[in-house]
């Protein structure tokens, strides 16, 4: 079992429950939250679907059997030491980004009844502080697996659903904030901080 066989997995496995715990207990807060729209078409359910595949299944899959195990490839000594140094910035952002969108936060692409404009804490210079979470993690993954499809299914199956959601997301929050949100887009990048 690759969770035995390779002891840096132990980390990759202590930093996943963390980043899956973040999502559980906000998941458990916002649950009562009502929806006033919500935009979960057919091509958000099948970029759900892929994201959910390449986020959890696959890494369970891995550690758990030797399915993949012909995409084994021996990693440089440094990777994983640089890929727990990415998870550690991932996780904070992470739950940062879910702590500053609070009631506001849904998995989906959806609004709520009451739903406020954050424009704080980690949404002060950028957009999207939880995808570029994401994608710190995906790269977390990469580094510390040693193992093509395993270490890239985070990345690779978030890099649609990325560049497929997050114009859909900026117009549904035009549409609700307008001239405020196009005021935000200004002073903001989105995924890296806009300084200055
Ligand atoms: N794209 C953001 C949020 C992801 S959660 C990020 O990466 O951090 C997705 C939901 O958050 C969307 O459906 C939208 O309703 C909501 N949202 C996105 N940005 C927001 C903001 N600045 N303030 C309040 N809600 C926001």
Same mark, same amino acid.
């Given at each position: ?12 496995v ?32 099948? &970029? *759900?679907?892929?994201? @959910? #595949?390449?986020?959890?299944? =696959?890494?369970?899959? !891995? &550690? *758990?059997?030797?399915? @993949? #195990?012909?995409?084994?490839y =021996?990693?440089?000594? !440094? ?5 727990? #140094? ?14 500053d ?44 697996l ?51």
């Amino acid at each position: 079992m690759n969770l035995v066989n390779h002891p840096w997995n132990i980390v990759f496995v202590a930093g996943f429950v963390v980043y899956m715990a973040i999502r559980q207990v906000y998941m458990a807060r916002t649950k009562d939250t009502e929806k006033s729209v919500s935009r979960i078409d057919g091509i958000e359910k099948i &970029l *759900l679907v892929v994201v @959910f #595949a390449g986020s959890l299944l =696959v890494p369970v899959l !891995y &550690l *758990l059997t030797q399915l @993949f #195990a012909f995409a084994d490839y =021996v990693q440089p000594a !440094y990777a994983p030491w640089c890929g727990a #140094a990415v998870m550690v910035p991932a996780l904070w952002l992470f739950w940062r980004s879910h702590a500053d969108l609070g009631l506001n936060w849904s998995m989906s692409l959806e609004m709520r009844r009451e739903h406020e404009l954050i424009r704080t804490g980690v949404y002060r210079r950028m957009r999207h502080p939880m995808y570029a979470a994401i994608f710190m993690f995906g790269v977390a993954q990469a580094l510390l697996l040693p193992n093509w499809v395993a270490g890239l299914s985070a990345l690779v199956s978030f890099a649609p659903m990325y560049i497929v959601r997050t114009p859909r997301e900026e117009r549904l929050m035009i549409e609700a904030f307008g001239e405020e949100y196009e005021a935000y887009m200004r002073e903001t990048w989105r995924v890296f901080p806009k300084l200055g």
